[in-house]
């Protein structure tokens, strides 16, 4: 599966299946928002930050 990694200001990593954008909610909080959002564990990518770009990834599953 193909899309879009993530992380939000408060350090959680998201997967996105189309290019996210930043939001502001009115409490101040700053993270992504885009379509297909699918938490992921915060261990994986972690030289990607907040202040980064999302960047292009591809996710595999597969029986084992």
Request: no cysteine.
């Amino acid at each position: 599966m193909k899309g879009y990694a993530a992380r939000d200001e408060n350090g959680r990593l998201n997967f996105f299946l189309g290019v996210p954008h930043r939001f502001t909610n009115p409490n101040g909080d700053d993270y992504w928002v885009g379509h297909g959002r699918m938490k992921q564990p915060n261990e994986f990518l972690p030289e990607l930050s907040w202040d980064d770009d999302p960047i292009a990834v591809e996710i595999s599953i597969k029986r084992i």
